[in-house]
């Protein structure tokens, strides 16, 4: 008898049951079957997001205006949710976050907030006991790569989960977290993908890979607007998109951070931690320990699922300009997610068929490991975010560097770029009270700024400051050196005293400045200094506003007002009297130029020099606007075109063709006097073509895999030099071969090369600069003289990962070439200038060629 009591009460409980049934009240709304687990019912009065986008989540890609319009309509209807709009992409997409928890927790949203900024701001005032009630902060990030879609309609289900669930899952997420799901991380990407494969599949759909659905054509919907991958943005914040998420992540300084991706369809399912070796040396071991202890909680959903997986392979927690891994170094456990892709409606895979429901499905899971993961660590999340940065002191005591102290040099606007980027990153930077000389440089108040390692983002300042050229493995999932100050080009040093005499006021918004008009207006003419960041923009201004232009060749001294000013080659003089342009005019726009591009202008009182050269020098050669194609399309790079067309447009303004590279042969090239070639294979390029257009005057700017191009078609003759891979293999086993090649690789790199500056093509530049170098085959300088125009030092390597092989072929090989080619040039360059659109110390180089290509 003593089992009939219990049984009993449990049918009497199950008959009382509130009269909704148990599928429709646990029934989330997706195209495959997904077993709902602490989830007692949805409030019918949330709208589901079928109701809003108009299909069922897993049977078409939502467009990114359908998803803001759901987010916006849950935000309206439940207390739970509210929505800020973050950022604004290139083509006026809104992205936005929405921030869900309890409506007790909505009700002191502030003082919760303040509660955590205070755990990375004055960690020693959160005691263990405070912890125990704080909610932690878990931002959800989907799809950065837009054609990487299932993570987007994750986020719809997560969203219509949170504001509609009702259970103990769903109560415990919303009193223990406050969660900020990041939709749709790149609406311009996303959408030029969904409109493909919506608009390629019929009424009935193939799983057929070689159907026009299942064949994206170029650039494929992974980039941004320019092409970028976003997903390295992080460090570099060249874009709206990923400033607006950085943005959101130092306003809130989230426990943990999840990144939502996809990967090839024959793969299973990727959760981190990543490949141990190769996990940056500043990022905690206890973060991948945390980052193992949410693991457990993906592996129990997929298993429930009976989803493959892995983890500890492939990729990597190294670069820190990922959305994984740029939390790491910040006390926050950031967690990457792959998910084997479908990418349309239904493809084939290793494994069988694979529907987007699917992919949607196993998101979602993971989706709800990380919350399950996140609640029931939560005092161990928020303790070592707390513990992280409370261990600053005694970072800061054991590093021997105690401050980095950055100068203008002679671009002022390189150095504060770089300081606004730190600015965004929450690093303090102050202005330099007192000068200070250290690594045989000077460094003057005014004319330079320092950063203080005794602060909130130490780790952070290392993780970008440093340069590191030892390494625990041989093989990077990405670049292995991304040093801002080499980036940027600016004069650096580290302090290794104290430097508390030599830290001034915190400088709270860096701006461009420096522009300087001297001397006034002139009857005669003016002197643009050239080497300032953004003189191409001023150039082209005045270039199209009509403005005759020259560029001088050598130095020049100029008396102004008592005043002797030394001019460094490559100057732009502007007479007063145009033949198409008043002289007033002239004035007005010199003037715009000194204030928005914060260049140099110098109204000269008269035409005759103290010495040679004069203004109306022979050594001054007329310049011609430049009028730009840029070549694309099938057999490109989207990546390195993107980067020359985005400094084009955004940065100098100034716009430019794109010409696929498959018309060539067809379209008018006589339109264009300049030809950039970006990087790429070019196999739909017709050589006979280009080389006949350059023949006949046009200049060919060859960047990266695109400089090896012109070589092996003949219009540079330079020798590639030689690496025996084979001998390198000998006695290795099977098992050990891939990684033996992959230490061959040059995934990304700094190196020095000495730079000829009386070559056009160097103007503004000193005497060595720092390169990025992400190519694996070296060149023998050319042996004609005046081509060679920067090459490796004799130990070119600053940053970065370099084999032995490798590093025995890199000194001394061509970086910068420059070619006379029938009337036509053509200028090499086998690094990118452009990397990132962060290597803003080469940008200069690309500028050189595009204005001054036609001057050698």
Do not use: C
């Amino acid at each position: 008898m003593s089992y009939r009591l219990p049984l009993l009460l449990f049918l009497l409980t199950w008959l009382l049951w509130p009269a909704v049934p148990d599928a429709q009240a646990q029934e989330l709304p997706l195209a495959a079957d997904f077993p709902l687990q602490g989830v007692e019912a949805y409030d019918e009065a949330i709208a589901t997001p079928d109701e809003v986008i108009g299909h069922v989540v897993g049977t078409r890609h939502t467009e990114s205006l359908r998803v803001l319009n759901y987010f916006e309509h849950v935000a309206a209807q439940s207390d739970r949710v509210t929505l800020t709009e973050y950022a604004r992409s290139y083509q006026n997409r809104a992205l936005v976050y929405a921030t869900v928890t309890s409506e007790a927790n909505h009700a002191r949203l502030d003082e919760i907030r303040a509660a955590n900024e205070r755990l990375t701001s004055d960690p020693g005032s959160v005691g263990d006991d405070e912890l125990e009630d704080m909610p932690a902060v878990v931002y959800m990030g989907y799809s950065v790569h837009g054609d990487e879609a299932s993570g987007t309609e994750a986020a719809l289900l997560l969203l219509y989960h949170l504001a509609a669930g009702t259970g103990p899952a769903v109560d415990a997420a919303l009193d223990d977290l406050v969660i900020l799901i990041d939709p749709n991380m790149n609406p311009d990407g996303r959408d030029r993908f969904a409109y493909w494969v919506n608009q390629n599949r019929g009424g009935v759909h193939t799983t057929d890979v070689q159907d026009r659905e299942h064949s994206q054509p170029w650039p494929r919907g992974r980039t941004n607007h320019y092409w970028f991958d976003l997903n390295r943005d992080y460090l570099p914040l060249a874009h709206p998109e990923s400033q607006g998420k950085v943005g959101v992540y130092q306003h809130w300084r989230p426990q943990v951070l999840a990144d939502f991706h996809e990967m090839g369809r024959n793969s299973t399912y990727f959760f981190q931690p990543g490949v141990p070796e190769r996990t940056n040396p500043r990022t905690p071991d206890l973060n991948q320990e945390l980052t193992m202890e949410m693991a457990r909680f993906h592996a129990r959903q997929l298993d429930s699922l009976g989803e493959l997986y892995w983890t500890r392979e492939g990729f990597d927690d190294y670069y820190y300009g990922k959305g994984s891994t740029y939390p790491d170094v910040q006390g926050t456990i950031g967690i990457l997610f792959e998910e084997s892709s479908s990418r349309s409606l239904e493809t084939e895979s290793n494994f069988g068929d694979k529907h987007y429901s699917e992919t949607v499905r196993n998101q979602f899971a993971t989706t709800l490991s990380t919350l399950e993961g996140a609640v029931e660590l939560r005092v161990r999340l928020l303790r070592y975010q707390r513990d992280f940065f409370a261990a600053v002191p005694d970072r800061y005591a054991a590093f021997d560097t105690k401050a980095y102290v950055v100068g203008h040099g002679n671009d002022p606007q390189r150095a504060q770029g770089l300081a606004q980027v730190l600015q965004q990153h929450r690093v303090q930077v102050h202005a330099l009270a007192e000068t200070i000389e250290q690594d045989g440089q000077r460094f003057t108040p005014g004319e330079a700024f320092i950063i203080p390692m005794n602060q909130t983002q130490h780790q952070f300042i290392r993780g970008v400051m440093e340069r590191a050229t030892t390494f625990g493995d041989s093989l990077f999932y990405d670049v292995s050196s991304w040093t801002l100050p080499l980036a940027y080009g600016v004069p650096h040093a580290e302090v290794q005293r104290s430097p508390d005499r030599f830290v001034g006021e915190e400088l709270t918004e860096v701006s461009f400045s420096g522009g300087e008009f001297i001397g006034g207006r002139s009857n005669v003419g003016y002197i643009m200094e050239w080497g300032r960041y953004f003189a191409p923009r001023a150039l082209y201004r005045l270039q199209d506003a009509g403005l005759l232009t020259m560029m001088m060749t050598e130095e020049m001294t100029v008396p102004i007002r008592g005043t002797t000013y030394e001019i460094d080659r490559g100057a732009i003089l502007i007479p007063a009297n145009q033949p198409e342009v008043e002289a007033a005019e002239v004035y007005r726009l010199l003037q715009q130029a000194v204030a928005d591009d914060h260049v140099r202008v110098l109204g000269v009182e008269s035409g005759l020099m103290p010495e040679r050269p004069d203004f109306g020098s022979s050594s001054s050669t007329m310049l011609e606007k430049p009028r730009v194609a840029l070549v694309t399309g099938a057999g490109t790079s989207q990546y390195n075109i993107g980067e020359a067309w985005h400094l084009m447009n955004e940065r100098y303004a100034m716009p430019a063709s794109l010409i696929d590279a498959d018309r060539l042969r067809s379209v008018d090239l006589s339109r264009y006097n300049t030809l950039v070639m970006a990087g790429g294979s070019y196999g739909r390029v017709s050589s006979d073509a280009v080389e006949s257009w350059v023949r006949s005057g046009g200049t060919l700017i060859a960047l990266h895999t695109a400089a090896e191009w012109a070589v092996r078609n003949g219009m540079a003759e330079l020798e590639r030099k030689s690496l025996d891979a084979d001998s390198l293999l000998q006695g290795q086993a099977y098992a050990d071969l891939g990684a033996a090649r992959g230490a061959q690789n040059i995934g990304g790199s700094i190196f020095e090369a000495t730079i000829d500056n009386t070559h056009p093509l160097a103007f503004g530049y000193g005497q060595t600069a720092p390169f990025f170098r992400n190519l694996n085959r070296f060149y023998e300088p050319s042996e004609r003289p005046g081509a060679a125009v920067a090459t490796y030092t004799a130990d070119p390597l600053m940053s970065g990962y370099l084999s032995d092989a490798q590093g025995a072929l890199a000194p001394g090989s061509a970086s910068v070439e420059g070619h006379r080619v029938g009337r036509g040039r053509v200028v090499l360059m086998f690094d990118n200038p452009n990397f990132r659109a962060f290597w803003w110390g080469t940008n200069g180089f690309f500028a050189n060629a595009l204005f001054f290509g036609r001057s050698f």
